[in-house]
């Protein structure tokens, strides 16, 4: 009986050949390594919040200086009357930019307020801050999901096209009654339309 000839070993490299391959990647290491150094030294110089002036497209009235409010001081802004911005008979006002605004306020495990009223298919700005701890805002069936930290103001914008009802959840943990952080969004039909802020 015959022996199968037997196969040669796989070629190995050598170590001259495995020292080039890791120079490449300490190189490609170092150089992810400096591009983050330099975007975070950018964020912490320029800041990370958004900005609600007149160049960003969110121009607003009191104490919301660029993205940022006194959470303690809440009584002087828009989030001191939480909800859909209407003019004196009730009615939803247009902004600037074409959208309607609301002001909601996360904290006490609740979100402020906590059923919404907007119309289906018109733009509405979502201005979200939190008095206490961290807490998430993510509307159920969008893709809005945003962190809402005390003193910061998230502005987003969104469009139900359905007349129904949408959940706003806390998907962050902010402590014993997380569990119960949820607000409604009743989207009724269009409205005949909006009034304009003057």
């Given at each position: 009986?015959?022996?199968?000839?037997?196969?040669?070993?796989?070629?190995?490299?050598?170590?001259?050949?495995?020292?080039?391959?890791?120079?490449?990647?300490?190189?490609?290491?170092?150089?992810?390594?400096?591009?983050?150094?330099?975007?975070?030294?950018?964020?912490?110089?320029?800041?990370?919040?958004?900005l609600?002036?007149?160049?960003?497209?969110?121009?607003?009235?009191g104490?919301?200086?660029?993205?940022?409010?006194?959470?303690?001081?809440?009584?002087?802004?828009?989030?001191?009357?939480?909800?859909?911005?209407?003019?004196?008979?009730?009615?939803?006002?247009?902004?600037?930019?074409?959208?309607?605004?609301?002001?909601?306020?996360?904290?006490?495990?609740?979100?402020?307020?906590?059923?919404?009223?907007?119309?289906?298919?018109?733009?509405?700005?979502?201005?979200?801050?939190?008095?206490?701890?961290?807490?998430?805002?993510?509307?159920?069936?969008?893709?809005?999901?945003?962190?809402?930290l005390?003193?910061?103001?998230?502005?987003?914008?969104?469009?139900?096209?359905?007349?129904?009802?949408?959940?706003a959840?806390?998907?962050?943990?902010?402590?014993?009654?997380?569990?119960?952080?949820?607000?409604?969004?009743?989207?009724?039909?269009?409205?005949?339309?909006?009034?304009?802020?003057?």
């Amino acid at each position: 009986m015959s022996r199968a000839p037997e196969s040669a070993p796989p070629a190995r490299l050598d170590h001259h050949a495995l020292e080039r391959y890791e120079t490449a990647w300490l190189g490609v290491a170092a150089v992810m390594t400096a591009l983050l150094f330099v975007g975070v030294l950018a964020s912490v110089v320029s800041g990370t919040y958004p900005l609600l002036d007149a160049g960003s497209g969110h121009a607003h009235d009191g104490p919301i200086v660029r993205g940022r409010v006194d959470p303690k001081n809440l009584a002087a802004t828009p989030f001191a009357k939480p909800g859909l911005v209407v003019d004196a008979a009730g009615q939803p006002l247009l902004n600037d930019q074409g959208t309607l605004d609301a002001y909601i306020v996360a904290g006490n495990f609740t979100f402020q307020p906590a059923v919404l009223r907007v119309p289906a298919g018109v733009p509405v700005t979502l201005h979200v801050t939190a008095t206490d701890v961290a807490h998430g805002f993510e509307v159920t069936g969008t893709n809005i999901n945003a962190e809402i930290l005390p003193g910061h103001v998230a502005s987003l914008t969104v469009t139900f096209r359905h007349p129904g009802e949408q959940h706003a959840i806390c998907n962050e943990y902010c402590g014993v009654g997380h569990h119960n952080m949820i607000t409604r969004f009743v989207v009724d039909p269009p409205a005949t339309g909006a009034k304009e802020t003057q």
